[in-house]
């Protein structure tokens, strides 16, 4: 029975905050906070409707330390679930340093002015966090957080080593929009036009955005078009894994959305330069991700699903030789809307957000430090995927990929 306090109140918030609402055994006490109440004011009425429990709801910019300070105090929460932005995952640790309470988030730190998706500004925690006696985990969402938990499952159940890794992440849903991004417009198209990196021979490997292009066939989508490019969670898997030759990962983009990309990069609206326009400063990408349709007015008309797991071949740990397995989740957009009215990348990250506090408030998954999700028991974790909308299902494949 722990009170939370959960900060954003975008699509995986109302989806995690719903899912915690109908844990009420483990979540007894919800307080929400984000930068525009009225967005708080807004998950509270749905989880009211569809669940009966009342969550509490604040405004915060989370950016501003001391603010965030009081508010934690007056709360009294066991943990801080952090589903703003990246750009607060800094102010909100130390915030939590402050209070002594402990951190949860699922996207690492980047500054505003640099798309660097690493993990050395948050990993510095670590011996404040350890020195305070309190537990952060960073990255318990699907990808970064289901696809490390996936891979240090079959690590612990079906292989000894993983000598190649691959992450395939696969969005089969429609929305009826000619260019729309499934989150937050601005980190979305972040991530997708930095260089692709991915691990090879003990360093990571940069190669051109959008340069490698495969088409698979994803088991209740089809074949689709999927991009190799550069996910946060392969430098914690290199870390934790270090005896991988090789991590990739990617994710399938349609014909149409690569077009408009390619035209809104070659005008240099994705651009993070600030530029000059009627005597004030404007981020070009910041201005795109105003005037693109809001990720959470996309769930009622999108329709599909996810595929989103990891093929790894390594040494079996029965002894059997190089065995390759395929592990993945399929969550379809109309359930998860029926559900928690939010479509399945928000509901993806939002359930492994909510699974992430359970692990964390029930002392499951415990420690003093800043800890990445591949440093924990995989299992219970597993267990609660099953249980709480993200079922998972695991194969034995033919052979490494080839591609
Ligand atoms: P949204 O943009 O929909 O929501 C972000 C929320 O954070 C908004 O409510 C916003 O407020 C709030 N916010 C922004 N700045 C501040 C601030 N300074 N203080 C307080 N609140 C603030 O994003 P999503 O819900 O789509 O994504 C949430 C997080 O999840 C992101 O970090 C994203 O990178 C991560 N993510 C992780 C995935 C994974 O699999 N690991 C997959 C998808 C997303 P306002 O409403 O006023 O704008």
Redesign the pocket.
Known sequence: MAKVLV???????SVCVHKMAMNAGIFSDIHLA???KS?CDAIAASVQERTGVEISTYE????EVPAMVNLIRKIGPKLVVN??????DLPIMDACLEAGVDYL???NYEPKDEAKFEYHWQWAYQDRFKDAGLTALL?S?????VTSVFTMWLKKHKLKTIRQLDILDCNGGDHGQAFATN??PE?NIREVTAPARHWEGGEFVETPAMGKKVEFDFEEVGPKNMYMMYHEELESLAKFVPELERARFWMTFGDEYIKHLTVLQNVGMTSIEPVKYQGREIIPLQFLAAVLPK??TLGETTKGKTNIGVIATGEALDGSGEKTFYINNICSHEAAYEETGNQA??Y??GVPAMIGSAMMVQGIWDGDGVFNMEQFDPDPFMEMLNQHGLPWNVKELDGPVGF
């Open positions: 900060i954003g109140a975008g699509g995986v918030s984000s930068r525009t967005k915060i910019d989370a950016e589903l703003a932005l990246p750009y607060q988030d699922t996207a990255g969402g699907f990808d970064p957080g989150f937050n980190i990720p959470e990348v928000s993806t990250t």
